[in-house]
């Protein structure tokens, strides 16, 4: 096949033509499917059902300190649960504080008190004049959103295929000082799939900001959500924690999980993570806002991870074989989107796209300036899409290049489907730009 | 008995000499018994062990309208939890929100937005020069908390038998535009157990604030919990909602609630509630925040009481069904408290306290300067009390005079044995003030 950006205006033109009726057939037969959102599909969901009854009705459901989940009180959350999760982040004990069913809840709080109450002793940033937040992009759009609603201006950081550009972090972060932190999704980012590198993540730790109240927002959402493990195609990540002891910058960091995407999506528990001094200054302000987190779903999800890890204690390695089980039905369907990506729009020089070996997304780059006319032929032919510029701050895409693809809802068929017709969607797009055709 | 302030000073002599070896008696029983805390018993909890199970793991949780309550979406929650909270309150079904286990939190959350980004298009809390916020007092610590830790003047209230002194509360809210809210509990109050007369309703209704962003924070944490069901004793609470429809003043209200003293204290449900534009705000900036509360502890929540009611639609019915296993156990707790509390202290002349129909809280009232002192002497003897001034703002009660005491939690052997010294301890500790020997 000639790449489109090779061929001549009458190749375009047949092109144009031939695209226009495939995307006509797509258009007739009114599909009503959805590629838009990173929510788990019903069958991994039923496949949780264990969570619901892992706690006998005929026994008082107390904690390892004998403490009664049902009551008030354990602000941080109970104790198996604070361990599992810290195993979970890969930090210590007394780093964990336990949050509800959303760990975005856990991170525009973070924000929030820092505008309130200011950071380890400093100014709240409401009080500060002008408020920087750095937004590797593409990026998670709900991240951006909390700093753009606080006033911060969100500045786009390139992603590289190990992680952000760090020349201009550092460059930002170490020279600025009204930067005051930075989005991060370490491992398997949203939506490209890419992990940081050791280097990348060693630069974070060596971090000197000039703003004594930045901070990393590392939001490690996808740490254990591998889509290959069986064939030990996964990506490790290094501990920041430990990097950044290592760099003597121990009260850098923030970190953020939850078991959305292991448990149930709206029902799961949420961690906060962060150094000592850190976490009591959150848990001094935690303890006027809140009584508790809801423990009983804590000591659920406790009970039914160590049922699925072989017994008391070994909660982790019931994550792990909860992941293989999730990794069975994710895996098939990132792997259609890429065939047929690849079979559809291999040739054409237009698009390209990172197959992740994790993670809940595809981010497919097609040519600049055609991403928005891309989702929109989507949309006319009955497939819902991300907005084209979701994944940037302001959602807007300074190249109009960048689609997120969530392959995790629908059909294994309906993602073949649908992936086909974007494939038509995107060279369509591309023919109409290369011949002044653009919207 | 002589009271003690006609008792001549030979007398008090006598009656410090005999308290005295009475409160020595109970030191060296080494008591260990705790009536600070306003938390269910483990029967309470207990009774409520068929909510673990109210979802069985052969079905799919769907809501009302088919949509899984597993997965992610509905800030608001599920529309049958939404129904059964607005009902619960009094309020029309838009008017909700549901949040997670606390309700506590959604308070918090109220005045951080308003700080952050206004109330109904005013200008931010942060960045009015001065902030004030009425406080009913005796009143619950953790509202004052909320409010003095984001730099309110909190401003005390006096209590009267029917609701705040409702002359002050207009005045000031009528005249000052730094004043930004008043905190309720208007039913049961905590800690007296007053329920707001409806003239005090409609005065709260009718208010003109000076200020644009002031608000009405009706914590209506116990809207349901009589003590006396069966013998008809119950205090009525006239609606607020109502009552500010026709007072044409439909935004000035929020509304909160939860089941934790219902269901489970530390895993319940909470809502908030309030007029239409408000909430739309609400929502708006909600959707930044979180993705949704946990629907499935929704659910949950709604087939259980719908179990305990008589069916579908019947939870209103449920949670009242309930509320009568629940007096059951707590009457006679609040019965005993008030009968010891009759018998050893009724004569004397330094003490009073109301008998309340429902609640959580017994307020009692000893000889002003006393207080601390009474409190001390029970530590003594191994009885926790809640700290004294604790129910006023910034914890100083200026005539030092209030104690709160939770019957809830202890059985009634330890709260007869803690009454019986709490009433010795008052005793001794305004004897001694008479004598001119207090701390």
Not at 293 to 311: A, C, I, M, T, Y
Request: hydrophobic share 40%; aromatic share 8%; with cysteine.
């Amino acid at each position: 096949m000639v790449e489109y950006q090779q061929m001549t205006t009458a190749q375009l033109q047949d092109e144009l033509d031939s695209l226009t009726k495939s995307h006509s057939e797509y258009t007739t037969r009114a599909l009503k499917l959805n590629m838009s959102r990173g929510k788990p599909s019903f069958e991994q969901l039923d496949s949780a059902m264990d969570l619901m009854t892992a706690l006998p009705a005929d026994q008082r459901p107390l904690d390892l300190d004998g403490e009664d989940t049902r009551n008030y009180g354990l602000l941080r959350g109970i104790p198996e649960a604070r361990q599992l999760m810290a195993d979970y982040l890969g930090v210590a004990y007394g780093n964990i504080i336990l949050g509800g069913s959303s760990s975005l809840n856990l991170m525009y709080d973070s924000i929030a008190r820092a505008m309130s109450f200011g950071v380890a002793g400093n100014t709240p940033f409401s009080q500060q004049a002008r408020l920087k937040f750095l937004c590797p992009s593409p990026g998670y759009d709900r991240h951006f959103a909390i700093t753009a609603l606080f006033g911060f201006e969100n500045i786009a950081i390139p992603m590289n295929d190990d992680g952000p550009d760090m020349n201009m972090v550092e460059r930002l972060v170490n020279q600025d000082p009204t930067v005051k932190g930075i989005w991060c999704v370490p491992k398997y980012s949203n939506p490209q799939g890419i992990t940081y590198s050791d280097q990348v993540v060693r630069r974070f730790a060596a971090l000197k900001p000039a703003a004594p109240d930045f901070r990393i927002y590392w939001d490690n959402a996808y740490a254990v959500h591998d889509l290959y493990p069986d064939s030990n195609k996964a990506d490790d990540l290094l501990s920041l924690t430990l990097a950044c002891e290592e760099a003597d910058n121990p009260d850098i960091w923030y970190m953020f999980a939850s078991t959305a995407k292991i448990s149930f999506a709206g029902g799961g528990i949420s961690a906060l993570a962060s150094s000592t001094s850190n976490i009591a200054q959150i848990e001094a302000l935690m303890s006027i806002q809140t009584i508790c987190p809801d423990k009983v779903n804590q000591l659920r999800h406790v009970r039914w991870f160590e049922s699925l890890g072989g017994g008391q204690g070994k909660g982790l390695d019931g994550i792990k074989a909860r992941m293989k089980q999730l990794s069975a039905m994710l895996a098939p369907k990132f792997d259609i989107v890429d065939q047929v990506l690849s079979e559809d729009l291999g040739g054409c020089g237009i698009a390209s796209w990172i197959k992740p070996n994790g993670g809940y997304f595809i981010s497919l780059e097609v040519l600049p300036g055609t991403a928005k006319r891309t989702v929109q032929l989507c949309a006319e032919a009955g497939v819902t899409l991300t907005d084209a510029g979701a994944t940037w701050p302001y959602g807007v895409d300074p190249e109009d290049s960048n689609i997120r693809i969530a392959p995790s809802y629908p059909s294994i068929e309906e993602l073949e489907q649908a992936s086909r017709l974007l494939a038509v969607s995107a060279r369509l797009a591309a023919v109409e730009r290369l011949l002044g055709k653009g919207v």
